[in-house]
Structures are given as C-alpha cells and as structure tokens.
Nanobody
C-alpha cells in the first residue's frame, strides 16, 4: 500500500522561506507522477506544483511561479517543495499526492491531476 507522509510545515514571516518534504513508501516512487496541492480555509484544493515520473517536466501555478521549486530525490523516495518569498496568501495546508499510473510521456493536458494517493497534509502559515 502506497503511503505518503508530509513534513516541514510551520510558521514563517512574509518574505521568508520554507521547504516541505513528502516521504513515499510502499511503492515504486520513481514510476509516479507527483504533485503538491494546497487548501486554504474556505477555498478549493489547488494544484500548486507537479513533476512527472522522470523529473523532466514540471508545472507551477501562476501564483507561485518563480517562487516555488518542486524536486524529487529518487534515492530517498522523497518529494520536495522549496518555497521562497512567501506571502500571507500562501497560508494553507499543503498536501503531496501520487499518480501511480502516469502517461509515459506528458502530453498537452499534463498535469492531469489524476492522483491515487494523498498525504495527510502539513500546515504552512505565513505572517504579515
């Protein structure tokens, strides 16, 4: 059974940086497309970053482009999201998710956001 576990959230001042991690176990991490999603109070869950199984393709929401970086470490079975220049509007619960049956080659509709497994989330709070 695939299990995802986020860590690294916390309280940070606006303009600061934070890195959240997602450890993947119980499956073949190197074959999965991965994503980071967030949910703020009263809002729908939003895809903020995605990376394909090989690491060759990434996606960022316009609101975080240039500030956030998604990466993966195959040897550690871990997904990362480096968050810089944080803003109060980045405050949310951040979730990692895995698509265990991704396309071999990402097409024009990628990321497809068809995630099969989710972590429980980690809280990121950015103060003014």
């Amino acid at each position: 059974q695939v299990h995802l576990a986020e860590s690294g959230g916390g309280l940070v001042q606006a303009g600061g940086s934070l890195r959240v991690s997602c450890e993947v176990s119980g499956g073949t991490f190197s074959m999965y497309d991965m994503g980071w999603l967030r949910q703020a109070p009263g809002k729908e869950r939003e895809l903020v970053a995605a990376i394909n199984w090989s690491g060759a393709k990434t996606y960022y929401a316009e609101s975080v482009k240039g500030r956030f970086t998604i990466s993966r470490d195959t040897a550690k079975n871990t997904l990362y999201l480096q968050m810089n220049s944080l803003k109060p509007e980045d405050t949310a619960v951040y979730y990692c998710a895995a698509d265990v049956d991704p396309p071999a080659v990402p097409g024009i509709s990628w990321p497809r956001s068809e995630y099969d497994y989710w972590g429980l989330g980690t809280q990121v709070t950015v103060s003014s």
